[in-house]
């Protein structure tokens, strides 16, 4: 009944998008109540921490045969050396495609031959790898896991066509405008900070051989630095069995990466321009740094979000796009990691109409801090968070996922089942607060990426306009 009122609200609400906020039509009296809340599953979780360090959490959810595995290390892109930032993603796309035991074909075939699969990539705090299997056959994933986990060979010829891969993706990633802008945007927000990494740069590819690659992974993968998640129709106490045989003879050889400084928590506003000729849209990134994942604000930021710019239905999507047509797609995004986090809205915008759209965005996140959100619009808001929480972290994956990134930010387990109830106490005052601390447009840091000679002049309305090259 939830899903179905807030659906019908989302639809009644893209209907009325030419109405001003003050004039939007209250929702027809004859839909019926939102439905109870359901809360998270408690969690059925076994937690242990293996001699050499590793740490385990096992979530039990007997019915469906399938098991999921997350393995989490500490040490993302952000603790790569700042002239070979990216090169923990790189190494971590070439864990299986060779063990010390293992071809990579060899590896895709046992794979296949229990319904699993396995993947890699490298986040800013931490590398994952992810594995399924036929829940009987959890023995076979966990050894596979633990081969590509603790002995990667990176062969030659696989480093090679990464490296060809890679570059190649560059070249077509620069093309893209979004990716431009994104990149100005972090290195706008943090600075020297890691967190200002967005995307490997061709020297620190050209720079990664295999050697490089097996030198980084034997100081980063240390047994006492790592997390593995199990999710699924298991036995405990024989995963455990199967967990100790795989990874209990894996021996610590350093101390792995060290913990990154605090990332900046504001930065000075600034309206910066990349220049690409010819261009019809403005592509827009407004936000500021904002805090880590494990800071009191985080959740009623995220809420705050949700009505500023973060859902369909929020302020910003029915202004911009709705009632004014200045674009098709705006979003906002409010992220939070273990040593900082971000606010970002994002937009591709006609390019006669940058600064009408500009202002309208400003003047929706002043919005949210001078005057408070009407009781509807706060319930609607919470209700669209707990609800897609809900329904992602139903999914056996997505929980495996959601507990090993709880601890790579260092979040306990039972931060899952806290954040429905969390997001349900905030209040209006609070979401104001939020909207003053976060949203005031004179701390926002401003990127667009489009023609020079008209982009500029839209720009300058606002302020000194900072040039940019690529």
């Known amino acids: ?60 959810r007997p019915g469906f045969p399938r098991v ?29 495609e060779g063990t010390a035991t293992r071809t990579s074909k060899q590896i895709a075939e046992e794979l296949q031959a229990v319904g699993g699969e396995l993947s890699a990539w490298a986040g800013a705090d931490a590398v994952f790898l992810s594995g399924s299997a036929l829940s009987h056959r959890l023995p076979t994933l966990l050894n596979l896991l633990a081969d ?27 093309a893209q405008p979004s990716f431009q802008a994104n990149r100005a945007f972090n290195v706008e ?11 490997i740069t061709p020297e620190a590819v050209s720079a990664a051989t295999p050697e490089a690659l097996r030198t980084l992974h034997a100081a980063r993968f240390q047994p006492d630095q790592a997390v593995l998640v199990l999710s699924g129709d298991l036995q405990v106490e024989s995963a455990f069995k199967a967990i100790r045989e795989a990874f209990g003879d894996w021996k610590a050889t350093g101390e792995g990466p060290r913990p990154l400084l605090p990332a900046p928590a504001a930065c000075q506003r600034a309206f910066v321009l990349i220049p690409r000729p010819g261009s019809v849209q403005s592509t827009v990134r407004v936000g500021r740094p904002t805090v880590a994942a494990t800071h009191e604000d985080s959740i009623p930021l995220q809420l705050a979000n949700v009505i500023l710019g973060g859902s369909f239905s929020s302020r910003i999507v029915r202004n911009i796009r709705e009632e004014k047509g200045y674009t098709y797609s705006p979003g906002a995004r409010a992220a939070g990691l273990q040593a900082g986090g971000s606010y970002s809205i994002r ?18 996140m002043d919005r949210m801090g001078t005057t408070s959100v009407g009781e509807e619009e706060l319930q609607s808001a919470k209700h669209y968070m707990g609800g897609t929480f809900l ?32 997001v349900n106490k905030v209040s209006a005052e609070e979401v104001r607060r939020i909207g003053r601390t976060y949203f005031a447009a004179k701390d926002q840091t401003v990127v667009v990426v489009g023609d020079e000679a008209k982009a500029r002049l839209e720009l300058e309305q606002f302020g000194p306009v900072r040039v940019k090259a690529k």
């Open 1 to 60: 009944m939830t899903i179905l009122r807030t659906t019908l609200s989302l639809l009644l609400t893209a209907q009325a998008g030419g109405l001003a906020a003050s004039e939007e039509k209250p929702l027809p009296k004859e839909l019926p109540p939102y439905g109870a809340e359901r809360p998270i599953p408690a969690l059925n979780l076994a937690q242990r921490t293996l001699p050499n360090g590793l740490t385990v959490w096992i979530e039990s």
């Open 347 to 364: 937009a591709d915008v006609r390019t006669e109409v940058t600064a009408a759209s500009l202002m309208e965005i400003f003047y929706e």
């Open 148 to 174: 590509v986990t603790r002995r990667p060979t990176f062969p030659a010829q696989e480093v090679e066509l990464a490296k060809t891969n890679t570059l190649q993706s560059l070249q077509a990633q620069e």
């Open 391 to 422: 329904f992602q972290n139903q999914m056996q994956q997505a929980l495996a996922g959601t507990l090993a990134t709880y601890w790579v930010n260092g979040l306990k387990p039972g931060a899952l089942s806290e954040f429905i109830p969390k």
């Open 68 to 96: 999921t595995a997350f393995l989490a290390v500490r040490g993302g892109n952000a603790s790569d050396p700042a002239d070979r930032r990216g090169t923990a993603g790189l190494m971590a796309g070439l864990l299986n």
């Open 189 to 199: 927000l943090f600075g020297s900070h890691p967190y200002s990494f967005s995307s």
